[in-house]
Every structure is written in C-alpha cells, then in structure tokens.
C-alpha cells in the first residue's frame, strides 16, 4: 500500500468577489488524511467547511493550492480526467442525499457503477448486496419519496461507497436526521474507515459523533485552527 496519504491539501485559497471588494473563504489550508482515518471538520457556520470539502472533492476549483487524490493533482487534470477521477477515486455523501427521484434505490446507488461502464444488470447486481449489508434488502425497489430520511441518507452512503473508493467526504450527513438515524449513518461512514479502509472526512456539527471521530479538525475563520 502507498505511503502517500489518501488525500492531501496544499495552501488551499478561496476568494469571491473581485475589484477591491473580495472575501477570502479559505485562508491557505493545508490538510493530510491517511487511508482507515475518519476525520470529523468542525466549526462556527461561515468557517469555511463545506468550501474546504467541494475543493477537496474537486467539485469547485481554489483561487490558490492543489489537492491530491491518491497522489494524483485535481486541479492539474483536464475536466473530463477529473469527472473519471472523481468517479473512480471519490464518495460525496450531501446533507440533502441528491437521490434521483424517479430512480428505485438499487438504480441510485448504481449510478457511479453505470458511469464507470458497468451494465444496469451487473450496477444493480453490486447496489443490491451494498443495501442489504446496510439492512436495506426490504426498500431496494423503493423510490426516495417512499422511503424514510434516515433511509435515504443510508442510500446516500451506499451510493458513496459501491466503488470501494480512496476518499470519501460527508458533508453534514447527519444534519436533518434524528440521533438514532445519525447514530446509523455515523457508524456507516465508521465502518468505511475501520473496515474498508477509506479516508473519511465528516463535517459535522454534531460534537457527540465529532467525539467519536480517530481525529478532529477545528476550523475558525478559513483556517484551520
């Protein structure tokens, strides 16, 4: 296994605005999480959080530094290298799960599985026995206005995880569930860092599964305390 960590942020700036009239969000990150590590961000509203996940996940690009994916440069990479990099290398867990509506929950969790190339049989084959390790066998033909908050999130997950990907990155994924259904979503997002061995990064409000994290990140102000 490379000794490199999972996922590296260097002297990670983001600014808005332009003509003298900016607001730097992010003020010259810098962030190492190794493979098995979950990793809870934490921190007042407005600190930069959710900025300092999309740029992780190379889902918005920084004004100045670089990230790199299991050793590979994000924002070095052309567009459509990135996308299959993302897709490859990458789970992005939101606060509102992003379901496709009209999708059962076999066909959301396939998604990444069908853009890799996999054909919808072989997808919803894989997304079938990721549900049911989730204790999902009974909604795996439901739609997501079928199925419960705290089950959709667990879909959210699943779909996160189907490609065993490097780095996984939560952001708020407990936020509108109760605490058992954040307890279930937390211990998911556990197990991908104790038993699978991905670099998870959580931001989280909650401090009782910020606790419970290997490692806590405290960011004030853009920067990381």
Not at 24 to 43: F, I, K, S, W, Y
Not at 97 to 103: A, G, K
Request: aromatic share 4%.
């Amino acid at each position: 296994m490379s000794s490199l960590p999972a996922l590296q942020a260097r002297g990670l700036v983001k600014t808005y605005g332009g003509n003298g009239d900016e607001t730097r969000v992010l003020r010259g990150v810098d962030l190492n999480v190794q493979r098995g590590e979950l990793t809870a961000v934490v921190g007042p509203s407005g600190a930069g959080k959710t900025t300092l996940l999309y740029l992780l996940a190379g889902l918005a690009r920084p004004t100045e530094g670089e990230v790199w994916l299991d050793g590979q440069p994000l924002f070095s990479l052309p567009d459509d290298q990135l996308s299959g990099l993302r897709n490859r290398k990458l789970g992005f867990v939101f606060q509102y799960h992003h379901l496709l509506p009209d999708l059962d929950a076999c066909d959301n969790v396939g998604l990444p599985l069908r853009v890799a190339g996999a054909s919808r049989r072989e997808a919803r084959q894989q997304a079938r026995a990721m549900l049911q390790g989730m204790g999902l066998s009974h909604r795996l033909d439901h739609k997501p206005g079928e199925l419960s908050g705290g089950e959709q999130q667990r879909v959210a997950v699943a779909r996160a995880l189907v490609l065993d990907p490097a780095v996984v990155l939560a952001d708020e994924p407990t936020g509108n569930l109760d605490k058992a259904n954040s307890e279930a979503v937390f211990a998911l997002l556990q197990q991908a860092a104790r038993k699978g061995g991905q670099a998870v990064v959580m931001v989280t409000h909650n401090p009782e599964l910020a606790a419970k994290a290997g490692r806590t990140v405290r960011m004030e102000d853009g920067a990381i305390l």
